[in-house]
């Protein structure tokens, strides 16, 4: 085992009043023990925090004045000894100690690799390892929530049980073919693997539903905020950012036609897109066609689409409806401070049932209202982000699709009178596939690459 002592900024660069310099390995207390003006913290009891100094031994100087956490395995993060030296949060003194960490013993961790340490001294599972990838980038409260929970290993424990429940039936099976003069268990375990491939499959089909919003609380419900010229898109968009914090954000691929804002909506991460850009011009149905538009509208979670409550509904608004016909969508009746002169029935048998929300954004009325309105089509009412495992990994998407390919494959063979020991394969690619979501069957070479994708420090 690589027990040399690593090192690194723990904590945000940049932010925050106090920033953690963390060391993990066998001499990690010693390198501290040699840098700390303070108690000896060799001697100290685990896990307890010392006030002192940080001295540069080669000039005697004070570099930072510091609380020092010292924990000894296996109790902690990495199982191995970890200290955190908690100093002030400017950049150029957090790298002071960081540098005297460095001179002094420590080596500069890669990225990821105090979650690794953690990973491959069985302190957490894979699926555990990369919920810390995600937390990092949790947008919102509720999707640190998936995160944790995720951490805390909800996801390892579900996979497990399904992992058990296939192991199970192709053991059966096994014992089948190693004792072939029972006739009836062999009935019995073709009916069991046929259960039990249908159990496993149903419950990796919901986890995949699920996956859906769990990627929505990473990267933000895209929202589209369409309508002809003048309805007040724009200001709705102002009106959803002041109202509400907006999320720092550093996903790629912003669209340069249109304006992006992350706003945190009752705990809904909304990507909010505002068509302006592309509608001050011309509208954006004339220039790409119904086509073109209702494509970009699909690219969008949901759809808000704004209507003027003081005139009549025009041709434009209804080919925007048809745009997005079948969508999800909130259809939203602006400037109520006016007379109205929308036809509420003709706006009722456009909605398709969707939610209509009237609004004077210039008075500041019905925003609570969308609010509303945008967190129950995400949450559906009472639904609890708390309490569902969600799988919001690409990794993990990628394998339970190819699980549910794999069933299909033993389900579509158990149909059409496949020998039972030629589905098991199937079954067993299943298991196996499963598997490498909580790192027991995958390469070294995978768990290198996973790992690197770590923010420094973790
Ligand atoms: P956009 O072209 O759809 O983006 O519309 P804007 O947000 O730029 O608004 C167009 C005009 O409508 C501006 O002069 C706004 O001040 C005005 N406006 C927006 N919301 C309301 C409202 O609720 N009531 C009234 N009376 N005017 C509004
Ligand atoms: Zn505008």
């Known amino acids: 085992m690589n027990t040399d002592t690593i090192t690194a900024i723990s904590t945000p660069i940049g932010e925050g009043a106090i920033a953690i310099v963390r060391l993990s390995g066998q001499e990690a207390v010693e390198i501290a023990t040699r840098l700390f003006d303070g108690k000896r913290l060799t001697d100290v009891e685990s896990h307890t925090i ?33 200290v955190e030296i908690n100093c002030h949060g400017g950049l150029v003194s957090v790298n002071r100690v960081l540098e005297l960490v460095l001179a002094n013993g420590a080596r500069l961790a890669e990225p990821g690799e105090f979650t690794k340490r ?20 949790a947008k919102t409260d509720r999707a640190m929530n998936v995160a944790l929970k995720q951490m805390d290993g909800r996801l390892s424990g579900l996979i497990q049980n399904l992992r058990q429940k296939l192991i199970e039936t192709v053991a059966h099976v096994e014992v089948n073919i190693d004792y072939p003069e029972y006739d009836d268990v062999e009935e019995m375990s073709h009916e069991m693997m046929k259960e039990k491939t249908k159990e496993v499959y149903e419950e990796i089909e919901r986890l995949l539903q699920m996956a859906k919003q769990g990627k929505i609380l990473r990267e933000g419900l895209a929202t589209a905020i369409i309508g002809r010229p003048n309805v007040g898109k724009s200001s709705l968009m102002n009106a959803l950012v002041h109202e509400n914090k907006a999320i720092v954000t550093d996903i790629p691929g912003t669209t340069r036609d249109t304006i992006e804002e992350y706003v945190n909506v009752r705990g809904v991460p909304l990507r909010l897109v505002d068509t302006a850009g592309i509608r001050e011009t011309e509208d954006i149905v004339e220039r790409m066609g119904v086509d073109r538009s209702r494509k ?163």
């Open 118 to 137: 953690a990973f491959l001294n069985g302190r957490i599972d894979l699926s555990q390892a990369e919920a810390v990838m995600d937390l990092i980038r």
């Open 296 to 458: 970009v509208l699909k690219e969008s979670d949901l759809i808000l689409m704004v209507l003027n409550y003081s005139d009549e509904l025009t041709e434009e608004d209804k080919q925007l409806f048809k745009a997005a016909e079948g969508l999800e969508k909130i259809v939203i009746l602006n400037k109520t401070d006016l007379p109205r002169k929308i036809n509420l029935e003709e706006v009722d048998g456009l909605a398709e049932g969707n939610p209509v929300i009237t609004t004077s954004i210039i008075e500041e009325k019905g925003i609570d209202e969308l609010e509303e309105a945008i967190a129950k089509t995400f949450f559906e009412g009472d639904l609890d982000a708390g309490d569902l495992t969600y799988v919001s990994n690409v990794r993990h998407i990628q394998l339970l699709k190819q699980s549910l390919q794999a069933l299909e494959d033993a389900m579509t063979g158990m149909e059409s009178g496949m020998p039972i020991d030629l589905v098991q394969i199937d079954v067993t690619r299943t298991w196996e596939l499963l598997g490498e979501i909580i790192g027991d069957t995958v390469h070294e070479s995978l768990i290198d690459q996973l790992f690197s994708q770590f923010c420094l420090g973790k």
């Open 50 to 82: 010392h006030y002192g100094k940080l001295i540069d031994p080669r000039t005697n100087e004070v570099v930072e004045e510091v609380m020092v956490t010292v924990m000894r395995g296996p109790k902690t993060f990495t199982r191995e000894d970890v």
